[in-house]
């Protein structure tokens, strides 16, 4: 796929791949060998977490009927044009591809994207309005898993309502991810999409606060929270309190929401310095690492305690930091920060690591290397080392129960321990991917669907 030149690029906030033409869509799609499920044997669709007909979409874009093959992807995903730019395809429906066990794998995800700007270019279809059910559901938060559970129950007939905190919907495909990898306007179009299948989003609304749970049963049927994991974990070294160190939650959300990026039409309160260094070896580490450059950095740092084998981002994102002068300091640990008389982070003190045995995650242990401490000076830090689930919810919902990790307790079908209570996505999970959180809300989706008809009929 065509990509805008990394000298360019890094000067902007444009999206980075520049899509498929109609005639390299039909060229990548005739790639795809049809395969048929078989008994002992996976496929793309196995390796779907919402379950798609691959082959049938990739078929219909194959015989250059567009138009059906973002009918068939509807059926079961109401937000294509996020999943074709986020999704780590290559760890699922690609992964399990039989073109890639000696070729490259049939580019899924960006045919996924083509399908899904097509449409959008042209107009999105709204499906027709189903036969009204008798219930109304209250969703809270309107991120990844909040959309997909509206969507599915508003074309099952329900009234949905989803509450946000903030003031524009969308969550962290809104907040936590930069313009370039997920331009706005996309998750503007696909919210959009969700409202027209007749879902009412009421932001500013922060329940926990505003109003509780126990507020919406008294006048929703059922509940289902998909609050994620806005919660952003720290190391606890010294110096995270000097002034200049982020977390990646506050320095994305100043940089997306509050459009710092638009400076000086928006005069967003934030200070990104000559040299940064990011903590961390994620897909949000490489999005903080770029965009400190987009910002203004000269230099900017990933400061990563294992070697880049083991490190989570897809490789995509890896290279892409690596083409824009994103400089990679592997086996290294932060131990503390070092500031000035006015409090500002001045330096960062290291100590270099080796790998040991594998740990829990089945990656080698990283081991403080004795004596190696190293000091590198710089001006701005950014922590990315995870999320956790944000308590507010949880701690003003009596009956709801959780874990030690602050992740909801739920049963295989989203429901937790309080009647009429769902949940899914990184509240349940804790900190995952886009489509996982969706694969949870079409899961919930069903069980509330199956909880009201009982609670109705008997």
């Not at 606060?209 to 289902?224: M, Q, R, Y």
């Not at 939650?249 to 967003?268: S, V």
């Not at 008389?341 to 995650?361: F, H, I, N, Y």
């Not at 990283?366 to 710089?378: C, L, N």
Request: hydrophobic letters at 40%; proline letters at 6%; charged letters at 25%.
């Amino acid at each position: 796929m065509p990509e805008q030149d990394p000298k360019q690029r890094v000067k902007n906030f444009d999206e980075v791949p520049l899509g498929y033409s109609l005639d390299t869509a039909i060229a990548e799609a005739k790639r795809c060998l049809e395969c048929k499920p078989q008994k002992g044997r996976k496929i793309c669709v196995d390796g779907c977490p919402v379950g798609i007909d691959i082959p049938a979409f990739v078929k219909q874009i194959k015989e250059g009927n567009i138009e059906g093959a973002i009918h068939i992807i509807k059926k079961k995903n109401n937000l294509p044009a996020i999943c074709g730019r986020v999704c780590p395809y290559e760890d699922q429906c690609e992964k399990m591809c039989v073109m890639g066990v000696k070729f490259e794998p049939v580019a899924i995800g960006r045919l996924e994207r083509f399908a899904a700007d097509y449409e959008r270019e042209r107009g999105l279809n709204v499906p027709e309005k189903p036969v009204s059910k008798d219930g109304r559901v209250a969703v809270v938060g309107s991120g990844p898993a909040g959309l997909t559970a509206a969507a599915d129950l508003a074309r099952m007939g329900y009234k949905v309502t989803i509450f946000e905190a903030l003031h524009e919907a969308g969550g962290v495909l809104m907040y936590g991810i930069p313009e370039f990898r997920l331009p706005k306007k996309i998750v503007r179009a696909e919210v959009d999409y969700v409202r027209s299948l007749g879902v009412d989003i009421k932001t500013d609304i922060v329940i926990g606060k505003t109003i509780t749970i126990d507020d919406l049963l008294e006048e929703f049927d059922a509940v289902f929270i998909g609050t994620g994991a806005g919660l952003p974990n720290w190391m606890n070294i010294p110096g995270e309190n000097l002034s200049g160190v982020y977390s990646a939650n506050e320095f994305l959300t100043r940089i997306n929401l509050m459009r710092a990026y638009n400076f000086p039409e928006y005069d967003t309160p934030i200070r990104v310095g000559k040299k940064v260094a990011t903590i961390g070896g994620g897909n949000v580490a490489m999005d903080c690492a770029r965009t400190a450059l987009r910002m203004g950095a000269e230099e900017s740092y990933i400061l990563y305690r294992r070697t880049e084998k083991e490190m989570p981002a897809r490789i995509e994102e890896i290279e892409h930091a690596k083409e824009e002068g994103v400089i990679f300091k592997l086996l290294v640990a932060p131990t503390r920060y070092i500031g000035d008389e006015k409090g500002w982070v001045r330096q960062v003190e290291c100590v270099r690591m080796e790998l040991g045995e594998p740990d829990a995650s089945g990656r080698r242990r990283p081991i403080p290397v004795k004596g190696s401490e190293f000091t590198m000076d710089v001006d701005t830090v950014i922590v990315a080392i995870g999320q956790s689930p944000n308590p507010l919810v949880p701690k003003a919902t009596p009956g709801l129960q959780t874990t030690e990790e602050g992740t909801i307790i739920v049963n295989e079908e989203g429901l937790t321990l309080k009647e009429g209570v769902f949940a899914g996505g990184d509240i349940t999970s804790g900190a995952a991917t886009v489509i996982l959180a969706m694969g949870a809300g079409k899961k919930a989706a069903a069980a509330i669907d199956r909880y009201i008809f009982t609670k109705k009929c008997g």
